[in-house]
């Protein structure tokens, strides 16, 4: 049994007041169910920019290079983590997953304008400590006791009271750097802040001797979420930070803290994923809900085969049977699995070409019935399909094809049989890429 499942939402609508909703497509029988059903708005796809994760030119290592950025959209208050569209207006806010060990190379924000990023999208660029030298700008990290997190924008943000230690990697034999800051609270002659406040804030730059330089962004403030309204018994809720564990106070969770989720047994998660808490005091999205685990309704296909259920939770059971005239082929009982899923596939109603002649003088019941069908197709040259070729298949059966690599297939790859013994299209080829 097919059990693919697709979480599905409108792309990025303007407005972003809701991006918890999703549709939910089940794959059943080579059919799509959908379930939730949404409206999305219009959008004007003209105008879209598309946001592309693209490593900095020579990059010899492309999925680490790729992962050196962070990607954050204003609108829709989460991260980027895959390739996407954004309306007209998006904003997005880059800044590097390695903090100041890294580079970034170009602007920290970029805005959609008509189907153009401007300016355009940033890199990061890697500053190795190993071989710190006086042609790289010198990397930068740092150490805190207290609570801390990284802002979107990159920004290292600090609860007041803690101690900061600022470490500039430089060369040995080609000079000690200085530290410079704007602050007129106090001087820094080492690179510790002790009992950091919101004066402390502002760019500490490590300069080395040539004057290659590197920046740190800190910000002091003791801003806080509250925890999660939770009135569901089934929904966890479980709190992380980048200060550690024993610094995640649960009463006032600072900015940049975590929110994960599950659910109690038997239930499912609908929009899973985490929260975070942003400047302003304020999680980026509302949090999940929690809803029973179901199998999907029975759809039935042949109309000899009726199929009778008595819940769709997990554990009840299905129970098949044919029109008198049909044989069962199959499993004529069988349950909703814990995870969702019917445990089998259902079973198919088959007619007898032949009757018997009995002890008593009768002929066996008639159990013939003709039925439109299909023929194969044929393959495709360059590709195949997904499920072995059968002689004949019934009316709403399907076969899909695919292409080897190197190839593409030049219109869709799904064939449907159709009343009157004929295919839905013409079978697809393969042309080289």
């Given at each position: 049994?097919?059990?693919?499942?697709?979480k599905?939402?409108?792309?990025?609508?303007p407005?972003?007041?809701r991006l918890?909703h999703?549709?939910?497509w089940?794959?059943?029988q080579?059919k799509?169910?959908?379930?939730?059903r949404?409206?999305?708005p219009?959008v004007?796809?003209s105008?879209?920019?598309?946001?592309k994760?693209?490593?900095?030119r020579?990059?010899?290592?492309?999925?680490r290079?790729?992962?050196?950025?962070?990607?954050?959209?204003?609108?829709s208050?989460?991260?980027?983590?895959?390739?996407?569209?954004?309306?007209?207006?998006s904003?997005?806010?880059f800044s590097?997953?390695?903090?100041?060990?890294?580079?970034l190379?170009?602007s920290?924000?970029?805005?959609?304008?008509n189907g153009?990023?401007?300016?355009?999208?940033?890199?990061c660029?890697r500053l190795?400590?190993?071989?710190?030298?006086?042609?790289q700008?010198?990397?930068?990290d740092f150490?805190?006791?207290?609570q801390?997190?990284?802002?979107p924008?990159g920004v290292?943000l600090?609860s007041?009271?803690?101690?900061?230690?600022?470490?500039?990697f430089?060369q040995l034999?080609?000079g000690?750097?200085?530290?410079?800051?704007?602050s007129?609270?106090?001087?820094?002659?080492q690179?510790?802040?002790?009992?950091?406040?919101?004066?402390?804030s502002?760019?500490f730059?490590?300069?080395l001797?040539?004057?290659?330089?590197?920046?740190?962004?800190l910000?002091?403030?003791?801003?806080?979420?509250?925890?999660?309204?939770?009135?569901s018994?089934t929904?966890?809720?479980?709190y992380?930070?980048?200060?550690?564990?024993h610094l995640t106070?649960?009463?006032?969770?600072?900015?940049?803290?975590?929110?994960q989720?599950?659910?109690s047994?038997?239930?499912?998660?609908?929009?899973?994923?985490p929260l975070?808490?942003?400047e302003?005091g304020?999680?980026s999205?509302l949090a999940?809900?929690c809803t029973?685990?179901?199998?999907p309704p029975?759809?039935?296909h042949h109309p000899?085969?009726h199929?009778q259920?008595?819940?769709?939770r997990?554990?009840?059971s299905a129970?098949?049977?044919?029109?008198p005239?049909?044989?069962?082929i199959?499993?004529?009982t069988?349950?909703?699995?814990?995870?969702?899923?019917w445990e089998e596939?259902l079973?198919?109603c088959r007619?007898?070409?032949f009757?018997?002649?009995?002890?008593?003088?009768?002929?066996?019941e008639?159990?013939t019935q003709?039925e439109?069908?299909c023929?194969?197709?044929g393959?495709?040259?360059?590709?195949n399909?997904?499920?072995?070729?059968k002689?004949?298949?019934?009316?709403g059966?399907r076969?899909?094809?695919y292409?080897?690599k190197?190839?593409n297939l030049?219109s869709?790859n799904i064939?449907?049989?159709k009343?009157?013994?004929?295919?839905?299209?013409?079978?697809?080829?393969c042309k080289?890429?």
């Amino acid at each position: 049994m097919q059990k693919d499942i697709l979480k599905v939402k409108c792309t990025n609508p303007p407005n972003q007041l809701r991006l918890d909703h999703f549709e939910l497509w089940k794959c059943k029988q080579g059919k799509w169910q959908v379930y939730n059903r949404i409206e999305c708005p219009n959008v004007n796809l003209s105008t879209n920019c598309q946001f592309k994760f693209t490593p900095p030119r020579g990059s010899l290592n492309f999925p680490r290079d790729i992962a050196r950025l962070n990607v954050f959209h204003e609108q829709s208050r989460q991260f980027v983590l895959f390739n996407q569209n954004f309306p007209n207006g998006s904003k997005l806010f880059f800044s590097c997953a390695n903090y100041s060990m890294d580079l970034l190379r170009g602007s920290s924000l970029s805005v959609c304008r008509n189907g153009e990023w401007l300016p355009p999208p940033p890199y990061c660029q890697r500053l190795d400590r190993t071989k710190a030298n006086d042609q790289q700008p010198p990397p930068i990290d740092f150490q805190v006791s207290g609570q801390w997190s990284i802002s979107p924008t990159g920004v290292l943000l600090v609860s007041r009271s803690s101690t900061i230690h600022l470490f500039c990697f430089y060369q040995l034999d080609s000079g000690k750097p200085r530290w410079e800051s704007f602050s007129s609270y106090r001087s820094y002659p080492q690179l510790t802040i002790l009992i950091a406040q919101p004066e402390d804030s502002g760019p500490f730059h490590c300069i080395l001797p040539n004057n290659r330089r590197n920046s740190l962004h800190l910000q002091i403030r003791d801003e806080y979420c509250s925890p999660i309204a939770n009135s569901s018994p089934t929904l966890n809720i479980h709190y992380s930070s980048t200060a550690g564990p024993h610094l995640t106070n649960k009463s006032h969770l600072f900015l940049g803290t975590v929110a994960q989720f599950s659910c109690s047994s038997g239930y499912q998660i609908l929009n899973q994923r985490p929260l975070i808490c942003l400047e302003g005091g304020h999680w980026s999205q509302l949090a999940p809900t929690c809803t029973h685990i179901q199998c999907p309704p029975l759809i039935l296909h042949h109309p000899q085969l009726h199929c009778q259920v008595s819940s769709y939770r997990p554990g009840s059971s299905a129970h098949c049977s044919c029109n008198p005239t049909h044989e069962l082929i199959g499993r004529a009982t069988f349950k909703c699995g814990l995870d969702g899923h019917w445990e089998e596939e259902l079973p198919k109603c088959r007619g007898s070409d032949f009757l018997l002649c009995q002890p008593d003088g009768y002929w066996s019941e008639l159990r013939t019935q003709c039925e439109q069908i299909c023929r194969f197709p044929g393959q495709i040259k360059h590709g195949n399909t997904i499920h072995p070729p059968k002689d004949h298949y019934l009316v709403g059966e399907r076969i899909f094809y695919y292409c080897d690599k190197g190839y593409n297939l030049n219109s869709e790859n799904i064939l449907e049989c159709k009343n009157e013994s004929i295919w839905s299209k013409s079978k697809p080829f393969c042309k080289k890429d």
